[in-house]
């Protein structure tokens, strides 16, 4: 779906596709997150930023006892029952967003998007979170934008069959790309802070498919449950010394260190002195991390951040999000992005885009 959001000639509208005008209309972006990764399931800190790109909805009650989701972008039509879930693909958000927000009846759905799939930048969240607001605005859902983000989160889990934490629902609920949303996912207390000053935010998708993300995803959140358990903690964030997790055997060694690592990173990156220098040393080292312990990364993705980390505008850079491929994210001198872009662009190779800016 990496067309405009705003419906052009070629895409039909709500009113092209079912023959009405919509009720409402309703928007939610995606994210990318800057540091704290895989530590959301694990009780940690996330620092993730909304991007430009949207997921916008528009609904309309059908009369009837089906919904019908139609995602212009794709051209592609899913039916299913009020309350249930749909046969697959992208309609499982919506039918999951659909239910637990408690639509009544029929909903007819056209679904828009400039979010990239597939690239880590939390596609699925905006659209969850999109619906919901629209059934806020519809008058059936009562919630605050927090308690929106824990609905769509279930919808992951229990319609979609990932174990995710909550990051980019709360990102793609509260979050705005002019700021960076300091999350404690334990307590979902929360800060919009400035980015560091002097620098910009570059994303650049890798072009490489995510295709293990989901076991991958789940088996990691196994591996650093079960290091938890070794350990005695509720959560990894209850390690008070980092060297206990040495103990552990391998491969939760390795695990449970990226995690206590991260969520250290994530904390030195608040501390009142950190520039755009310092700030950029720390994603360089939580790409590492996620490469040599947390093994999410891939030879491609690697490739990207170690062109990125070579730029002389670029303070540090990382993959972003699940991992197994999708976007590498760059803290870049201000008004440099599109520049550095172009520049590593040339050097990776076709299949890479640039997103952000
Ligand atoms: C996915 C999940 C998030 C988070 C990230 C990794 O995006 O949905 O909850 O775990 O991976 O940080």
Redesign the pocket.
Known sequence: MSTPATPSASIPTFEQHFGRAPQVTASAPGRV?LL??????QGGF?LPTAIPQVTTVALGANGTREHRVFAADLNEQSVFAVGGNAEGGFARYVAGALALGGAPDGLDVHVTSNVPMGA?L?SS?ALEVAVLRGLRDLGILDASDERIALIAQRV?HEFVG?Q?????QMASSVANSATMLLLDTRSLERHLLPLPAGAEVLVIDSGVPRKLAESG?NERRAQVEEAARLLGVTELRDVQDPQSVEALPQPLRERARHVVSENARVQAALAADVDAARFGVLMNASHASLRDDYAVSHPRVDALVALLQAHADVFGARMT??GFGGAVVALVRAGQASAVAQAVLAQYGPEGRQVVP
């Open positions: 997150n704290g990764e895989h530590t959301d399931y996330v880590g939390s969240a992951e990932v995710c934490g909550i990051m980019d995803y999000g699940a």
